[in-house]
């Protein structure tokens, strides 16, 4: 056989291999069958509500079988009600969940009537910054609270039980303050006001660098927000009191970030996750983590507060393999992440 015809045996056959395997391909997309999920995130203009309407876009766009449809709600709480008033629904639903409701769920403790031990983690969606701040220099200390007035969000809400589990269990002030229970954005609107003294703000860390929430953004716009710090040892005694509700990670708040000459300090960190219910399948919840891990510029060209999603940190938390959604556990150990903290 001449060399001329050799070679065009050999484009024939490489030819006839690849329409061979584009046609399985096509194949293989058309037998899937398209799936609809809802994303639950929360109040209109917070980080988890853009972060949920950020992944509806992306999987939109990206997924050749999974759409989703993003939905504001009150949040976490409200998220793992709506499971569990809609067992069908739910099957379909991917949640925001902040740490300490996640947590209650699960033991059914309040606001939450039965333990809700099928809910599982899917990834740390977020990590917020959580801290005390004021507008006048003088208040440097928790010492320097007593006696003020001190906003946090709502008593159900998981603002208003980290912000006032700080205060009694961390800080041990509760008897000596005067606390104000109010929605989250308008705390910084009380502070300029001068109805409150002191007020509990969030910030999220960024990559490459921090991001003030809206609410924050337009405060410090206006004043300098001084960040009040919460030591360490304070923490630690904190989480071994059978009484609280919420977790104190401590972390490093670094100088500057919220004006030029802020000194460095640390504050407490919440892990905010995306959950689901045991029975959501498995591929939509690895598709979703695929997402998260291969588009995460996507995200930030979103909105820049989307830069604190980390595809190398998506199982970072305070958990458990165990408290893991099969989809992801599986899409954990593909990537070889880090799981819990």
């Known amino acids: 056989m001449s ?14 291999v690849v329409f061979s395997l584009w046609g399985l391909g096509n194949a293989q997309t058309a ?16 980080t988890s509500y853009i972060q ?22 009150g949040g976490s709480s409200d998220n793992v009600k709506l499971g569990e008033q809609s067992p069908e629904s739910r099957k379909s639903s991917l949640m925001v969940v902040s740490e300490t409701p996640y947590k209650q769920a699960v033991k059914g403790e309040k606001p939450f009537d039965k333990p809700h031990p099928n809910l599982k983690i899917v990834c740390t969606g977020l990590t917020a910054v959580h801290f005390f701040g004021s507008l006048d ?3 440097k200390t928790y010492q320097d609270m007593i006696g003020k007035k001190i906003a946090v969000g709502p008593k159900t809400d998981p603002h208003g039980i980290k912000g006032g589990d700080q205060i009694e269990f961390c800080h041990g002030i509760l008897d000596k303050v005067k ?18 003294d002191v007020g509990y703000l969030t910030i999220n860390p960024g990559y490459p660098k921090w991001m003030k929430d809206q609410p924050l953004e337009a405060l410090a716009a206006r004043k300098k927000v001084y960040p009040i710090p919460l030591p360490p040892d304070q923490a ?28 460095a300090t640390t504050e407490s960190a919440s892990f905010i996750y ?19 891990y291969e588009h995460q510029r996507e995200f930030v060209e979103h909105h820049a507060l989307m830069g604190g999603l980390v595809p190398d940190k998506l199982g970072v938390g305070d958990f458990k393999e165990a408290e893991l ?15 819990g903290l």
């Not at 229970?181 to 009380?190: E, G, L, S």
């Not at 670094?254 to 000194?263: T, V």
């Not at 959604?325 to 799981?339: Q, R, T, V």
């Open 179 to 196: 606390m104000s229970y109010m929605p989250a954005p308008d705390i910084p609107d009380a502070m300029v006001d001068g109805m409150v």
């Open 236 to 263: 630690t005694k904190a989480m071994t009191n059978p009484k609280i509700r919420s977790v104190f990670n401590v972390v490093p708040f670094p100088a500057n970030i919220l004006f030029e000459g802020q000194p």
């Open 31 to 46: 037998d899937m069958k398209m799936t609809q999920l809802t994303l639950l995130t929360s109040k209109f203009g917070r």
């Open 137 to 139: 220099p003088k208040i």
């Open 325 to 339: 959604h099969k989809g992801a556990l599986k899409f954990f150990k593909e990537k070889k992440l880090k799981i």
């Open 3 to 16: 060399m001329k015809k050799i070679l065009g045996f050999v484009v024939l056959t490489a030819a006839l």
């Open 52 to 73: 949920g309407f950020a992944l509806g876009e992306v999987l939109n766009k990206h997924s050749k079988w999974l759409r989703a449809t993003a939905e504001e709600t």
């Open 274 to 292: 995306w959950c689901a219910y045991d029975d959501c399948p498995e591929d939509a919840v690895y598709e979703v983590l695929k997402m998260f």
